[in-house]
């Protein structure tokens, strides 16, 4: 089993993952659901044909997790799925898109406090916030 993650919209993961199975290589898709995030299919190598799976996860970190197996076949086989995979994201879509940053509310807690400089020593604030600061 190899475990990957990706920066990319879990549908832009799933659209991708089934067209590199069915149309890319060719592999027979034995079963298949959007919502679960799984494609059970028949990966065909040189010494036969086996049962492997792709699931595609949508993590709590906005990202999306890959498991990739083929039981039957050594690790290779499995990698080789997961980097055809990444690799056609990247020439289908380009890279990711930018992760959406939580919203803040208000101003940072270290606005117009002295920042840590190399070899931690502090510095004083840049002249905006010092000019922000002294008027309250």
Do not use: H
Not at 25 to 31: K, R
Request: net charge positive.
């Amino acid at each position: 089993m190899v475990r990957a993650e990706s920066d990319y919209p879990f549908d832009q993961v799933w659209n991708a993952a089934l067209r590199l199975i069915r149309v890319d290589l060719g592999f027979e898709v034995t079963e298949r659901d959007a919502e679960g995030g799984f494609v059970l299919f028949k990966y065909e190598g040189e010494s036969g044909v086996f049962n492997a799976s792709i699931e595609v996860v949508r993590l709590s970190d906005g990202k999306v997790g890959l498991v990739c197996q083929v039981p039957q076949m050594p690790r290779y086989a499995e990698i080789f799925l997961v980097d055809r995979l990444n690799r056609k994201m990247r020439e289908e879509y380009g890279a990711p898109p930018p992760r959406r940053s939580q919203p803040q509310v208000g101003t940072p807690a270290s606005a117009g406090r002295a920042q840590p400089a190399r070899g931690g020593q502090r510095q004083p604030a840049p002249a905006k916030n010092r000019a922000n600061a002294s008027r309250s």
